[in-house]
């Protein structure tokens, strides 16, 4: 079976969210096509710019095709290449909300989350019209959807009215970076003795504004806030919050942390925090716990999925709630916090990538299996 990969995101220079994702599965499947028993005859990997160099490594069995033109990656450059390319691949997987158009070959794609449905209010309006539409037309394209938790696919199942066996999840994981990070005790220069922790892009949808005003609700007027994230969209809120409440002393923005760093950030954390509106996964909240921290989450979306007992859960829209939630991790007494801490890297570990890629494989393999019996081009 020949299968093709729109490498787009995971080719990204910065990778985050989607790109991250698609980044971390293709390396899986990269190692199992490099072993004796590859699940597949021939990967190709479609990229609209030349191939970098965190990218898995080229094989007998993994091949890469830099393409252009970078802009209408999916309306043209992709598949032009999807069909003059031969032998023609079985099945295409595009790890990203849009499949690529104008092309016979059954499309597999993925779906992070429908937060641009729930609050269509936090997006910018032209990301919006594009995730809104060319969605919706993958959707109604694709030969299966691969999505990141149980929350995500009873959305994508309910919005777009698809049967339960057309969506699949394939849960993140824990990048090996991260891993073997855990195993490294380092202090960052220059922060708090004491501080809370939280980690995301600066947008509405991660609800910093709240959380900065919580944390002028404490008790604790000393303990700190910071938070690492690079500029999303719509964040100037965000940035006017600590004068607006009166902890502008006590907010601190890093836009860029390096691997060792945010791991050691972790490690130091008071706790960690993410009391965001919505989640598709949430992958700093598995960061946190496999760092041993405790971590207060919005009982909202995916996060109770990802966590489990192992967090403290809040209303995200009450800054009371997220207030108390945060006093009582400051607060635990040492026998119940290690209790919940060894449960939460307890729940880390159920998380791999390759167990994320072999859900992928099977999925690839039924729908290119799919078309051979069906006898489609």
């Not at 993994?62 to 033109?69: D, F, Q």
């Not at 836009?255 to 060792?260: A, G, I």
């Not at 991790?329 to 040492?334: C, I, V, Y």
Request: hydrophobic fraction near 40%; aromatic fraction near 10%; include cysteine.
């Amino acid at each position: 079976m020949r299968v093709a990969i729109d490498g787009y995101e995971a080719n990204a220079e910065a990778r985050v969210g989607i790109g991250r994702y698609a980044f971390e599965l293709l390396s899986a499947i990269a190692r199992r096509q490099a072993g004796s028993n590859a699940p597949f005859d021939d990967v190709r990997v479609y990229l609209p710019e030349p191939v970098r160099p965190h990218m898995p490594k080229p094989g007998a069995k993994w091949h890469y095709r830099s393409l252009s033109p970078k802009q209408l990656w999916t309306m043209i450059g992709l598949p032009l290449a999807l069909f003059r390319d031969r032998p023609r691949a079985d099945v295409i997987f595009s790890p990203t909300h849009y499949i690529p158009r104008w092309v016979t070959i059954p499309r597999v794609m993925a779906i992070m989350d429908l937060s641009y449905l729930t609050y269509p209010e936090l997006f910018r309006s032209e990301d919006l019209h594009k995730l809104i539409h060319w969605t919706a037309y993958s959707v109604r394209h694709a030969a299966k959807i691969i999505t990141i938790s149980e929350f995500s696919k009873h959305a994508i199942i309910d919005e777009y009215r698809l049967p339960e066996n057309m969506v699949v999840v394939a849960y993140p994981a824990l990048s090996d970076a991260v891993t073997k990070l855990r195993m490294k005790r380092t202090k960052v220069s220059l922060v708090p003795k004491r501080y809370i922790l939280s980690v995301g892009t600066l947008q509405p949808r991660k609800n910093f504004t709240r959380l900065i005003e919580a944390v002028s609700l404490l008790t604790d007027k000393e303990i700190e806030l910071i938070i690492v994230g690079k500029r999303g969209w719509l964040y100037d809120e965000i940035f006017a919050a600590p004068k607006k409440f009166g902890v502008g002393n006590r907010v601190h923005f890093l836009e860029y942390v390096s691997d060792d760093e945010l791991a050691s950030l972790y490690q130091h954390a008071a706790c960690f925090v993410l009391p965001s509106l919505y989640e598709g996964f949430g992958l700093p909240v598995l960061e946190a716990m496999a760092h041993g921290t405790t971590v207060v989450l919005s009982k909202r979306s995916s996060l109770p999925e990802i966590a489990g007992d192992a967090g403290i859960y809040v209303k995200p829209e009450d800054t009371e709630s997220i207030a108390r939630g945060i006093t009582l991790a400051l607060s635990e007494k040492a026998i119940d916090r290690s209790k919940r801490i060894a449960i939460g890297k307890k729940r880390v570990g159920e998380f791999t990538w390759d167990k994320a890629a072999e859900k992928v494989i099977d999925v690839l393999k039924e729908v290119g299996m799919e078309k051979e019996v069906n006898g489609k081009v």
